[in-house]
């Protein structure tokens, strides 16, 4: 499967989701989802009949609210059955609303409160460097959440000793909660806090697959941590959930919400792949 294919999948797995869960956060999985995409098509190393494998990359979603996303691209990476995303956020369901590791094969940490994701992924990068091991350690962060203290210890920590083996990206879609980054907490010039704490920062197309894989590629040869700032659009992929504010916390209802995205995610399926829930010709 494509990067395309499967980040298609992941916004359409998210869709429908979060309507029939009334859960939220769809803006948020539709601006990850190319990230996430290219992570599992073509960076990780992972095998999902060996979620524990001890040469694996460990990948942790720190903007645990986005959790839908990588369910979805677990399953479609055969971690387990599609057919059990259908029970995101219900009662008894292993697939909480903010990420879960809980039974849940293929996650490596349980996230949702903000500003956690770095530092455990710079403890797990550490640790590699000093049992000599060479697996890798992947982050996503939210921008918001680089508002949090704890982001910023973790990255002195990461120059500190050299972590060469740690990537995090940042899913820049310049939107946090209820507003826009820059009226909450200003962040820019962004890039050049985290060269001034010593990381090597990219900024780049975080929709464009081949900028990504560019972008992953250097960071393998860089010899400091790698911050990917991947500028992206909150909402991605459905024109009237993009640029809205009001999509971080709502869900695609009944009715014209849910059909319209639906025929915009079909209008733009990638060539290979059907629609999972068997809905192409409902629209």
Known sequence: MTSEQLAWLIRRHGVEMTHLSGGSHIASILSVADIIAVLYSDVLRYDPKEPKMPERDRFILSKG????????????SGFFDPEQL???YQNGSILSGHVSHKGV???ELSTGSLGH????AAGMAQAAKMDGREHRVYVVL???EC????????????NHFGLNNLVAIVDHNKMQSLDFCENTLKLSPFAEKWRSFGWNALQVDGHDHNALRTAFDEAKRSEKPTVIIA??????????MEFDILWHYRFPHDGWEYDDAL???HAAMPAGITDPYGKEDAQ
């Open 65 to 76: 609210h986005a959790g839908a996303a990588i369910y979805a691209a677990l399953a479609e």
């Open 105 to 107: 094969p293929g996650v």
């Open 142 to 144: 939210g921008d918001g």
């Open 86 to 88: 259908k029970s995101h």
């Open 147 to 158: 508002d949090e203290g704890s982001v910023w210890e973790a990255a002195l920590f990461a």
């Open 231 to 240: 500028d992206t659009v909150k909402g991605k992929g459905i024109s009237f």
């Open 263 to 265: 025929k915009e995610l």
């Open 117 to 120: 994701g770095l530092p455990v």
